[in-house]
């Protein structure tokens, strides 16, 4: 079965870490670029971070300096490491996966092949 699936979400302290993983099954992983992209309540979707199927990484504004993209493609998985966190970064975060290997910094649902089904992050003392 094709699919992306998210995990290490939770609820952390402002300044805290976060980790999370995406994990492909049944999908051309090491040829795709993978992306993570998140939605606050009551927002539409924010790119945050895109890598490619050769290793080159891009970072938005919003957690640029914050946060760390990573690939494993033994495993499959995409990670995405976030630090010093703010109430402003609750939202739901998905991984999506471009068969194309293209980085969409705008993105609809319609941009990306694949999506995982989210995993919430919630900042809050």
């Known amino acids: 079965e094709a699919r992306l699936v998210e995990s290490g979400g939770g609820l952390v302290q402002p300044g805290g870490s976060l980790r999370l993983s995406c994990a492909a099954s049944?999908?051309?992983?090491?040829?795709?670029?993978m992306n993570w992209v998140r939605r606050a309540p009551g927002k539409g979707l924010e790119w945050i971070s895109g890598?490619?199927?050769?290793?080159?990484?891009y970072y938005a504004d919003p957690l640029k300096g914050r946060s760390t993209i990573t690939r494993d493609n033994a495993r499959n998985t995409v990670y995405l490491e976030m630090n010093f966190l703010r109430p402003e970064d609750s939202a739901v975060y998905y991984c999506a996966m471009s068969v194309e290997d293209q980085i969409e910094t705008n993105p609809s649902p319609s941009s990306y092949d694949y999506w995982g089904q989210g995993t919430q992050v919630t900042v809050s003392s």
């Open positions: 890598i490619y199927s050769d290793g080159e990484r």
């Open positions: 049944g999908l051309p992983f090491s040829t795709s670029a």
